[in-house]
């Protein structure tokens, strides 16, 4: 059974910093895009970014330059780093993995995702 646990949310100031985790189990295929997703209240889910099993990285707009995604495959982690955070960027942040090797550039749809960690809260305050 693979499962997906998010770790490292909390409450920032605005212009602070968190890191969150993304720790598999049960899952030994690390070839699958993963990456993450954030819910914030009233709004619908939306994607922040993907890594493929070379490390190569793509984000959504909101937040290319202030986020980095990267995995430790022998730790079967998942992070996100997260810079100079806003209000905006508060939101439920979910990991999630791709039903295929390929990730998507420009847009990563909720439909190809195949597991879907609890999910983690992040609030930041200005």
């Known amino acids: 059974q693979v499962q997906l646990v998010e770790s490292g949310g909390g409450s920032v100031l605005a212009g602070g910093s968190l890191r969150l985790s993304c720790a598999a189990s049960?899952?030994?295929?690390?070839?699958?895009?993963m990456g993450w997703f954030r819910q914030a209240p009233g709004k619908e889910r939306e994607w922040v970014g993907n890594?493929?099993?070379?490390?190569?990285?793509n984000y959504a707009d909101s937040v290319r330059g202030r986020f980095a995604i990267s995995r430790d495959d022998a730790k079967s982690t998942l992070y996100l780093q997260m810079n100079s955070l806003k209000p905006e960027d508060t939101a439920i942040y979910y990991c999630?993995?791709?039903?295929?090797?390929?990730?998507?550039?420009?847009?990563?749809?909720?439909?190809?995702?195949?597991?879907w960690g609890q999910g983690t809260q992040v609030t930041v305050s200005s």
């Open positions: 890594i493929d099993k070379d490390s190569v990285t």
């Open positions: 999630a993995v791709d039903s295929r090797t390929y990730c998507p550039r420009t847009y990563w749809s909720q439909l190809r995702i195949t597991k």
């Open positions: 049960g899952y030994t295929d690390s070839t699958y895009c």
